[in-house]
Each structure stands twice: as C-alpha cells, then as structure tokens.
C-alpha cells in the first residue's frame, strides 16, 4: 500500500508541474489575447453587426432582370425592364388597405405615356393562407376589361434579386428608370412627401419624352421649310 501510495503521490506532482509549466506558458498569451480584445471590443462588435446584417436596396442600385408569372401562371420576363421607366407595386395581399389612397388616385387619373410603364406584382410568398389559385383567380377577376397588368411572384424572387429586405405585410412601391437603376424605394405606407415624389418623377419623364418631341417637331419643320 506505501508503494501504490507514493506512485499515486508521484502522479500528482507530476501533472501539478505540468500544470504549473503549462500556466506560466499560456499565462502570458492569455493576458495578451485578452487585452487585444478589449481595447478592440467595440470595433470587433461593430464589425460583426455590420456582416449580420442584410443588404436591402439602396437608391442608384443597379437591378437585374428577373422571371415573374402572369394571371395564368406562366412565367416571363420583368416586362419592359430597361426599356421604359417602370413604376412597380409589389403588394402583400394580406395587406390590401395599405397606400389605399395612393392606388384609387392612379385608378381615377390613369396615365398612359410611351415612356413609362406601371404595372402591380402580388407578392404570394408572403400569404400563406390564400391559396395561389384562387390569387391568380381574383388578379384575372380584378384586371378584366381593362388595361391595367398584374403578375405574381410566388417564391420571393423579386424580394432576393433586388434585395428588397422584409416586404412581408408591406405594399412596396419602387421606380426603376431605363438605366434599371433605382430612383423610388419604400416598402410600407407612404408619406405625403414620398408620394409627391412619385409624383415629380412622373412629371420628369414625361417632359423628358415632351421636349424630345418637341424638339423632332421642330427639326422636321425646319426641314420641311414650315
């Protein structure tokens, strides 16, 4: 039993020294970690905020094209897209009330110019509870005998290609120019001021096309000795 006593004891100082040594090595490593992270706590923090969180869309953005759906489920192409300039309604169906006032003034003064286009995309994503047919039932229902489009993106891709963040119970309006960049971007309801510049870009493009014809007009009188 003495034997197996001063083994054991032997074990013991053994890892105690061990121990000891490994201590007086990483002791010093320890302290030196430990004040780096410190003194650079708060950057270390800012920058893991800041690659936590999500790119959203952004004005001047440059956007791709993308594949939509129509009313009858087949798919195409974000129509007219670096063609025209685009003023896009991305809507939540579950939110139907949302920029109510906004969408009954373009209802009750529709404008059509040759170089811009609007046009609504449902967002079926985002309701869950109504089921994607019967959508596509009422946007076929709702745009008969008129002139108005409406397509749908069922899977978010118009949300993730542009980077759009959360739209979920939102009604996104955006204004893509003929560059396909980004000149409009709110997702929610708008303010008096944001829809006055819905408005002001309305107006710019629509005299951009004015003055250019204005100024053909003019050429071909002069030509033509008018």
Request: charged residues 25%.
């Amino acid at each position: 039993l003495m034997f197996l006593a001063r083994i054991l004891l032997y074990i013991l100082h053994s890892v105690a020294n061990c121990l000891q040594n490994f201590t007086a090595i990483m002791m010093p490593m320890f302290i030196f970690f430990k004040s780096f992270f410190m003194g650079h706590i708060f950057v270390i923090i800012v920058f893991l905020l800041l690659f936590a969180l999500p790119v959203k869309a952004q004005l001047g953005q440059k956007v791709c094209p993308i594949t939509i759906y129509d009313a009858y489920n087949k798919p195409l192409q974000l129509p007219y897209l670096g063609e025209k300039h685009l003023l896009i309604f991305y809507v939540d169906p579950d939110h139907p009330s949302q920029n109510r006032e906004f969408r009954n003034y373009f209802k009750k003064h529709p404008f059509t110019d040759e170089n811009i286009e609007s046009y609504g995309i449902v967002n079926l994503k985002d309701a869950p509870l109504l089921a994607n047919s019967l959508l596509r039932f009422m946007i076929r229902k709702e745009i008969a005998g008129t002139q108005a489009y409406v397509y749908n993106d069922p899977d978010h891709t118009l949300k993730h290609a542009w980077k759009l963040g959360n739209v979920n119970n939102k009604f996104v309006v955006l204004w893509i120019n003929k560059d396909c960049v980004i000149e409009f971007f709110k997702a929610g309801q708008l303010t008096e001021a944001e829809v006055e510049q819905i408005h002001a870009l309305i107006r710019k493009y629509k005299k951009e096309r004015t003055d250019t014809g204005e100024l053909r007009r003019d050429s071909l009188s002069r030509k033509e000795g008018r």
